[in-house]
């Protein structure tokens, strides 16, 4: 069942709404794509979710919840109306022709739970038209499918979906989904997930392009994730020329652009001499190659017998010349620029009913699909366009062709130049918000821009007003005018329609316009299926009767002989989506593609909008940058928002003393060639200019790039220091003291802010990994050193303390995710035992399996969850290993398991939590003896429901009998085991999901203590004697944090805070890292090192001092700490994982013992007791 109701508010406007912060430090943080491997086996991703936005809806009664995150759309299919509408990250992948690939996520229980959120449906998107001409467009219908809302399951239920695969010439690429937003709408839960790892691995032969993207190649590398870009020449050719071609069908035909006329145009003198001046003008200024052809020859070879698809003839003529012909300045030999001149009656169209992905109701719109001849690198379509088209719809000789060719080529050959050319029009009546987005683009280059937006001016102005104002814009002319409304065949919004655009007056200051909006470019307007339509009723609409009319709103302004346009990008049927209006602005404006073709180019299909109805009224290869306007000087560039400043490896990972390099591109877009062009790289931090490096450039010739490299020493501006320098400015600038005379000297500056720190790394250190872990240390071998355990998303590692590999390691282990180490056999030898979701596998210090290994877990249904521990669970001398195996679907109630084996990979005992649940949360058991007779006891805490929209925690104790006691609170984290009280007998103290930490007495069955926190405790606790004047000789306190962006010391007695604790880290975050315990600054007396949400992390002192170099930046999630000394210098080193980097860093104001292991494992231990100081 659904159910409508109509909602008044503008489609598409743009409500943030409040920033929901998750992690990083950074407010309105995009998601981050870390491309960790590219090569001939696969790609490794690591997507990373820093935020959301959440604005608030009220509709029947219900507090619906929009979700949006910066730089990446939302669900807006209209075969999902009524379902949850959510955000997801678009990523566009390039992958080998020649291999199968698959995909696969590796997740972990790493996500923020959001309660009592609703997400907004997708709403219905009705078209409506007032008929006027200039008035139609679509508005959201709330509509809520009640059923699908009842449902007790996650939506989307998956991380990822590919969505189209397509070839871009040569290159095949991938769009891929990624969905780190999971809604329960039911239980009205929202997860979302911080961070997901793709992989995606090939099989069969790999063959890599080598023929590249052609004119696209700059453009590949700035919008495809992991394409490296093919550098190749097109090598020596006879000089260019316009070539006649009447045999289509030959291999011998030479062509980088094709025209493709009717006999009317060709074979009258007048308008072939121009087709010819056009033609030549391309093969002067461009240096193409230029073959005309007509559609009378087309027709003869390629129409289809018996067939009368114009349309299909057309398209397989250009597929035949995509492959076939040769295109000598295109450095993969296909041609890229098409020009069709004359109108749908003249050079055929392939036509559509649907007008776009959105049905459109009671009114039957024709429309012109143009983009079927953009996509022709295959027989089908493959949704990706290979070639940039333009059509000159003309249809008369002196009145249309004439002018059109004549404005274009004086565009380019006669340039007006002035003020005009550095000014955009920015257009909007109702949506505004188009407007705001566009202008960053504009100002980033030092370009001016007069925006009207209806707000700005006008409370409720008429019709009329709007209209002037709009006129007055258009007569002063600008070098690109957008246009964000709704319109129609004969105009735009407000009444500002053809008969305005006719009397246009801008003269050569002509518009390059960007219409996004209804029917604009409606050039087929004038087809007979209008005439028909005329004065009749669809539904509750009259057809107007000036349907039909022979000329739309964007031919008017392409015929203006006194002004108008140049140039009308814009779509011939209603278009529904908003999503990529800003595209080609920053094709344009941020990435420097001035040729109009390649600004347009798959903008569509690279913003994920699934409408094909745009065209392109106008020449595709029209240059409106300064190579045309200044033919005879430069102009360098350096593309704003620091897009071509890189810092390079080892950043953001910098060894004290290290050297940075710093990379930076240089663009020279102007006509003529840049002599002796100094380059210079700026660091500056705190307004302090920290480091310069200059380069003198012999030369750029046009439209060229130079690259240099700078090398910040570190050692000599920051000499021996470690840690965070600060928030950095790298800047880069050509020409930095204004020598060259250019076109344009306000874009010679780009700059990007980059967080620097210097660490205190060992040698060898960090090591490049591709998953986020928990690593431990050990003495494996027991030869006093110590190894260095880590787990990847297929291998067990071992590594020695200067990072080389340790023996025979690594082993592989399909989708391994934790591990544990201790002696399970009795040997003196500790093994490492691994788990992935279902299986268990033990090794050896050699990496051998033991005997009795693998092992997979006997239900299909449930999965490993947390860490394995270690313990003496049945009694005997040999250890057992126990895992937690909760169900996999934690939607339905089931029975979640305790699971122990002994050394030889039997189960011995399979336990029964105390209830039917559904597991959301659990870090793994705990292990101790609890009850003092002599055998170890299960402590497993985790959340296993949800109750008034909060988990909610439970704790369950077993022994070797099977479920001992049972107790109502808990959470996901370990419980740290420890005396607490006064009598002989060790306690628990455990982080609870109600915000509440308790100590508890398993002796006596009673609470020792409970208390408050104000936040969700989601960092398993710590025990130590950190505070030396509270607790006594030997005492313990509990450190943890929490959601409530607060580090807890609190004392044993009664769970109170220590003066002056907690310490709270501003501005907020969460603090779900469980901490590790040691002495880091010599003074014996332990401290506390921790991670936060914020990607730092901290250490301080029982004082709540914090002590140097931290805090330190790690940039991105990161595993617990291990401490240990694991090269014997008496100094303890810190050890943790990135996910993309696996760290050792000295603690360099530390003292130990030598080889001390001061906190090797997760919780401290195998038996997971988070005790500092506990002992076999």
């Not at 009664?61 to 807006?76: A, C, E, H, L, Q």
């Not at 009717?262 to 007048?270: I, K």
């Not at 964007?554 to 015929?559: D, H, I, P, R």
């Not at 299909?605 to 595709?620: E, I, K, N, Q, W």
Request: hydrophobic share 35%; aromatic share 14%.
């Amino acid at each position: 069942m659904s159910k409508f109701v109509i909602i008044l508010f503008v489609f598409l406007a743009v409500l943030l709404g409040d920033w929901i912060q998750m992690s990083g430090n950074e407010l309105n943080h995009e998601p981050e794509i870390h491309l960790l491997k590219s090569d001939n086996e696969g790609i490794l991703l690591s997507i990373n979710t820093y935020g959301f936005y959440e604005s608030d809806t009220f509709i029947d009664n219900i507090n619906f919840k929009r979700v949006t995150i910066p730089g990446d759309p939302v669900d807006v299919n209209q075969n999902r109306t009524g379902k949850p509408q959510t955000p997801f990250i678009r990523l566009l992948i390039a992958v080998p022709d020649s291999c199968e690939f698959t995909l696969s996520a590796n997740v972990n229980d790493n996500y923020t739970l959001y309660e009592d959120f609703t997400l907004y449906p997708i709403p219905k998107l009705i078209f409506e038209d007032d008929n006027s001409g200039t008035n139609s467009g679509y508005r959201e219908e709330y509509c809520y499918d009640t059923l699908f809302y009842n449902n007790d399951t996650l939506y989307p239920d998956k991380f990822y979906e590919v969505i189209t695969i397509g070839y871009w010439r040569d290159q095949r690429v991938i769009e891929v989904h990624i969905y780190p937003f999971q809604f329960n709408p039911a239980q009205e839960l929202y997860y979302v997930y911080n961070s997901i790892d793709i992989e995606i691995s090939y099989s069969g032969s790999v063959v890599i392009n080598d023929k590249g993207l052609g004119p696209f190649e700059q453009m590949g590398r700035d919008i495809l994730l992991n394409y490296p870009g093919v550098d190749r020449d097109p090598g020596p050719h006879p000089p260019p020329s316009v070539h006649y071609y009447d045999t289509l069908s030959t291999e011998d035909n030479i062509a980088d652009y094709i025209v493709v006329s009717h006999d009317y145009f060709l074979l009258n003198d007048f308008c072939q001499y121009w087709i010819n001046e056009f033609a030549q003008w391309r093969v002067a200024h461009n240096g193409f190659d230029v073959g005309i052809v007509s559609m009378t020859d087309v027709y003869d070879e390629f129409l289809d017998q018996g067939s009368a698809d114009s349309a299909k003839a057309l398209r397989d003529f250009l597929v035949y010349a995509y492959n076939n012909w040769q295109a000598p300045s295109m450095t993969d030999g296909h041609f890229a620029y098409c020009l069709f001149i004359g109108d749908w009656d003249y050079v055929p169209i392939e036509t559509c009913y649907s007008g776009s992905n959105i049905p459109i109701a009671n009114i039957p719109y024709l429309g012109a699909d143009e983009a079927v001849f953009r996509d022709i690198d295959a027989d089908t379509l493959n949704a990706w366009e290979d070639i940039m088209l333009g059509r000159w719809p003309v249809s008369n000789i002196y009145g249309e062709l004439v002018v059109i060719a004549q404005k274009t080529i004086n565009y380019e050959k006669y340039p007006k130049l002035g003020d005009w050319r550095r000014r955009s029009a920015q257009i909007s009546a109702d949506w505004d918000t188009f407007v705001d987005d566009a202008l960053p683009y504009i100002y980033n280059i030092s370009y001016d821009t007069l925006p009207i937006r209806w707000r700005d001016n006008w409370p409720q102005p008429p019709e009329s007003l709007f209209a002037d104002s709009v006129h007055k814009l258009m007569n002063m002319g600008q070098i690109i005018t957008s246009f964000y409304d709704h319109s129609g065949p004969i105009g735009w919004n407000y009444n500002y329609g053809t008969w305005r655009a006719e009397s246009l007056s801008n003269h050569d200051s002509l518009h390059v316009i960007l219409s996004y909006s209804c029917n604009a470019a409606m050039f087929q307007f004038d087809h007979p299926y209008y005439d028909t339509l005329a004065g009749k009723i669809y539904g509750n609409d009259t057809m107007p009767m000036w349907w039909g009319w022979d000329t739309c709103f964007a031919e008017c302004m392409l015929w203006n002989s006194e002004g108008g346009a140049v140039a009308f990008f814009g779509c011939t049927t209603p278009v529904a989506s908003g999503a990529i209006w800003m595209e080609p602005l920053a094709s344009i404006l941020q990435r420097q593609n001035w040729i109009i073709g390649p600004a347009l180019i798959n903008h569509l299909v690279c913003s994920s909008h699934g409408d094909d109805r745009f065209c392109l009224l106008g020449d595709p290869a029209l240059d409106i940058g300064d190579y045309s306007a200044y033919p005879d000087m430069p102009d360098l560039v350096i593309r704003p928002l620091g897009m071509d400043i890189t810092l390079l490896d080892p950043y953001p990972y910098v060894n004290s003393n290290a050297t940075i390099p710093i990379k930076a591109k240089a663009f020279n877009i102007g006509g003529d060639t840049a002599y002796n062009i100094v380059i210079r790289i700026i660091v500056m931090c705190d307004e302090n200019i920290i480091f310069t490096q200059s380069f003198t450039i012999p030369s750029i010739q046009p439209l060229d790039t130079t690259v240099v490299v700078a090398q910040w020493n570190t050692g000599i501006t920051h000499p021996n220091f470690t840690g965070e320098i600060g928030d950095c400015e790298i800047i880069a600038r050509a020409d930095p003291d204004d020598l060259i005379d250019e076109s344009w000297e306000f874009n010679n500056t780009s700059s990007i802010i980059r967080k620097v720190a210097l660490y205190p790394y060992e040698s060898g250190w960090p090591l490049r990994v591709n998953q986020l872990s928990q690593p431990a240390i050990a003495d494996i071998d027991n030869n006093s050193t110590v190894e260095i355990i880590y787990v990847g998303s297929d291998s067990v590692y071992v590594f020695n303390p200067d990072g080389s590999l340790y023996g025979n390691w690594p082993k592989c282990f399909d989708n391994v995710s934790s591990m544990v180490i201790g002696d399970i056999n009795s040997d003196n030898y500790d093994e490492i035992i691994a788990v992935s979701e279902n299986t268990i596998t033990a090794y050896d210090r050699y990496g051998n399996v033991l005997n009795g290994w693998p092992k997979s877990i006997p239900y299909s249904d449930k999965r490993i969850m947390g860490y394995p521990a270690l313990g003496y669970i049945s009694g005997s001398r040999k250890r057992q290993i126990v895992v937690f195996v909760a169900p996999k679907n934690h939607f339905v109630s089931q029975q979640a398991k305790i699971l122990v084996y002994n050394y030889n990979g039997n189960l011995l005992y399979d336990m029964n939590t105390s209830i039917l649940t559904r597991v959301l949360r659990s870090e793994g058991p705990a292990i101790s003896d609890l009850d003092n007779d002599g055998v170890n006891d299960i402590i497993l805490s985790y959340t296993n429901d949800v109750e008034n929209q909060r988990e909610i925690g439970r704790i369950d104790v077993f022994n070797r009998y099977g479920l001992q006691q049972s107790f109502n609170f808990g959470g996901r984290t370990i419980p740290a085991i420890g005396y607490i009280n006064t009598d002989a007998n060790v306690d628990f103290v455990v982080g609870c999901a109600d915000n509440h930490i308790r100590a508890y007495d398993y002796t006596y069955l009673q609470s020792i203590w409970d208390q408050s926190t104000e936040g969700i405790i989601t960092s398993s606790i710590a025990l130590g004697d950190i505070h030396p004047f509270v607790g006594g000789l030997n005492g313990v306190e509990a450190a943890f944090g929490n959601e409530a962006s607060r580090i807890h010391l609190r004392e044993r007695d009664q769970g109170l805070a220590i003066d002056p604790w907690p310490y709270e880290i501003i501005p907020n975050t969460m603090i779900g890292i469980s901490p590790a315990i040691t002495d880091a600054n010599r003074d014996f007396i332990p401290d506390i090192i921790i991670g936060a949400a914020n990607n730092y992390l901290y250490a301080l002192n029982y004082e709540k001092a914090l002590l140097s170099p931290f805090p330190l930046p790690m940039f991105r999630d990161f595993s617990s700490p291990i401490i240990g000394d694991i090269d014997g210098d008496q100094k303890s080193e810190m050890i943790l994982c990135t996910g993309d980097y696996l760290h050792v860093l000295e603690i360099k104001n530390s003292r130990t013992s030598p080889y001390l292991l001061d906190w090797p494992q997760f919780h401290h231990d195998y038996q997971r007791t988070g005790l500092h100081g506990w002992t076999y």
